[in-house]
């Protein structure tokens, strides 16, 4: 199980095709292989379409459980409307501007925002708009989006603002703070429903493909729910130091296949043992 942004993908935000390779050739031999990700099916199905992925993968977190064999969810786990009410109103209370994750009426994913102010929603705009991004909608408040079905919920800002929130918020979610490894001196809070986590997302796939052992790699501290309940855990060398100190194990960085060429190393020694 790997997460993608920053430990599976380049910097570019592509799988190699080293790692392509390499993983192609893994699971052609029996290698369970899959990923638990932030990113949502919009953007990271099309990064993923050149890898023989058979098992559910894990979006935003767990919001979806996507089995890719079948093109089914297995799971949808959404914020309630009265929650998300709640959640909006207090990050726009202590002046913070939300990006309402959401699927409207017709089945298609939307961002609806409120205009990028700081660096770092600018940044994650721009370079989202420029690779096509037709999500975003820009609104002046959030009751259209509101009445949708709330995938997550995200304030971006620097963390001495954010931190004020934390205690106002609805108890019936998790919330994910992290940095932005992008623009640094920001954080990402992510609002979802409860099970929408890596621990969570990530044993279901375990137990749904009766899989018994659990070998899980990333970079940032949404990763680390995932690391708690798994059997080998490892950072790539690129880490946040959280991740690093909650790993059990190093990888060579994203920008040199270490994910790939590490799940190499085991499969391997695996085979040998068996030998």
């Not at 770092?120 to 002046?140: C, I, N, P, Y």
């Amino acid at each position: 199980m790997t997460d993608l942004d920053g430990t599976l993908l380049t910097p570019e935000s592509a799988v190699s095709p080293t790692s392509v390779k390499i993983i192609n050739e893994l699971i052609g031999q029996g290698l369970q292989f899959t990923v638990a990700t932030a990113r949502s099916p919009y953007t990271a199905l099309p990064i993923l379409s050149e890898l023989d992925l058979r098992l559910p993968m894990a979006f935003i977190n767990g919001v979806f459980i996507y089995d890719p064999v079948s093109g089914t969810e297995l799971a949808r786990n959404l914020i309630r409307p009265a929650t998300a009410v709640t959640a909006v109103d207090v990050l726009l209370r202590h002046g913070l501007r939300p990006l309402v994750f959401t699927i409207d009426a017709d089945g298609h994913h939307r961002i609806h925002h409120l205009g990028g102010q700081n660096a770092s929603e600018q940044h994650f705009v721009a370079v989202r708009l420029a690779r096509g991004d037709q999500r975003f909608k820009l609104v002046t408040e959030f009751e259209q989006a509101l009445s949708e079905e709330i995938l997550t919920v995200i304030a971006i800002d620097t963390p001495d603002r954010i931190d004020p929130v934390l205690a106002e918020l609805p108890e019936d979610l998790y919330a994910h703070l992290g940095p932005d490894r992008g623009v640094p001196g920001y954080a990402w809070l992510e609002l979802c429903h409860p099970l929408a986590n890596k621990a969570d997302a990530v044993r279901f796939i375990r137990d749904h493909v009766a899989a018994t052992r659990l070998v899980c790699f990333g970079d940032n501290a949404n990763d680390l729910p995932m690391f708690a309940i798994a059997d080998e855990s490892y950072a790539v060398a690129n880490a946040t130091e959280a991740a690093l100190a909650a790993a059990g194990g190093t990888v060579g960085p994203n920008d040199a296949d270490g994910v790939a060429r590490h799940l190499q190393g085991l499969f391997e020694a695996a085979e040998a043992d068996l030998a």
